[in-house]
């Protein structure tokens, strides 16, 4: 992959946005991914001068690009626009891939679309000049790639096949129902859980760097053999199957539980459920995640 790429992709719908790689019809002028301010939490010292600051969590990001977009062969500029367009209609949820010298590997945002602008003037006869405005919701780059880590119970079979819901790098063969998953990156980043059945009342446990532990446990789930329960920690969902019709988020001990995230460097990871068969396996899927390029 040769650095300084850039392409926006979704779904099916993929523009390289460098002229090399895009059949010749965009040459990307200027780019720039704009980071976020910290989301301020203070509130005054009562008896002191300064501020109490509890902050944490951050805003959201910037994606902006100028272009130029010519005709090929093949495509005529006013069609890779209205591509463009589409692409960034603010009901779409396209990514931003980003490959720059010195990555191990491409890192990639969501993006939000704002505004498409093409400027009408004397070159537009050869070239249209384009600018693309985008905010990044979640504030970060993210790993191109998931990474995914198998668990099993100690009278489960290891190494089950069974399907990824996204193309993954599966770190290594299962050591059981506890392990260490080493976090690169630098900011926090939001786990997901693919539960195979059967089994029943299943929970993951996670221990920080500092000690500290939180657990996220269900109580009264059953998961039979052929089925999956899928939690998405970034979006607060637990669907059988994946399937919104299914939510077992009623089934979430929160006496016991809370939504965690795995954070930068090592994290301990328990998994464990109670009458495991043969066809129990759970995985773990993150992307590490990058405040800043």
């Known amino acids: 992959m040769i650095p300084g790429r850039m392409r926006l992709v979704n ?3 993929e523009l390289s946005l460098d002229y ?23 509130y005054d010292r009562i008896g002191r001068s300064g501020k109490k600051d509890l902050t944490r969590l ?25 591509t463009i367009h589409s692409m960034l209609h603010p009901r779409n949820r396209p990514y931003v891939y980003v490959y720059r010298e010195g990555w191990a590997a491409e890192r ?13 003037g004397p070159v ?7 600018r693309i405005q ?17 668990f099993s119970i100690e009278s489960a079979t290891v190494g089950t096949e069974v399907p990824m819901l996204v193309p993954s790098v599966m770190m290594g063969a299962s050591l059981g129902n506890q392990q260490e998953i080493n976090v690169d990156g630098n900011t926090i980043t ?3 859980f693919l539960i195979y059945g059967g089994c029943d009342d299943p929970s993951f446990t996670v221990q920080y760097e500092d000690e500290s532990q939180k657990t996220l446990a269900f109580t009264g789930l059953t998961i039979n053999p052929g089925d999956y329960l899928e939690v998405d920690i970034a979006n607060r969902t637990a669907y059988i199957n994946s399937e919104p019709a299914n939510s077992y ?10 939504w965690w995230e795995l954070e930068p460097g090592a994290n301990q990871i328990t998994f464990n459920a109670t009458n495991t068969d043969s066809s129990c396996v759970a995985y773990v899927e993150y992307r590490d995640r990058w405040l800043g390029g």
């Not at 537009?124 to 384009?130: I, Q």
């Open 11 to 13: 779904v099916d719908t």
């Open 20 to 42: 090399e790689d895009s059949d010749r019809t965009i040459l990307r002028n200027t780019s720039e991914i704009t980071f976020p301010d910290p989301r301020a939490v203070t």
């Open 58 to 82: 951050h805003d959201v990001a910037q994606f902006t690009a100028s272009l130029y977009v010519v005709d090929n062969e093949t495509i005529p500029r006013h069609t890779t626009l209205e």
């Open 108 to 120: 990639r945002a969501e993006l939000r679309g704002s505004s498409v602008s093409c400027t009408i």
């Open 124 to 130: 537009s006869g050869s070239y249209l000049e384009v």
């Open 134 to 150: 985008a905010v990044i919701p979640e504030g970060v780059l993210e790993s191109g790639t998931a990474n995914t880590r198998e």
């Open 190 to 192: 939001p786990p997901k």
């Open 249 to 258: 988020y009623h089934k979430l001990n929160f006496t016991v539980s809370e």
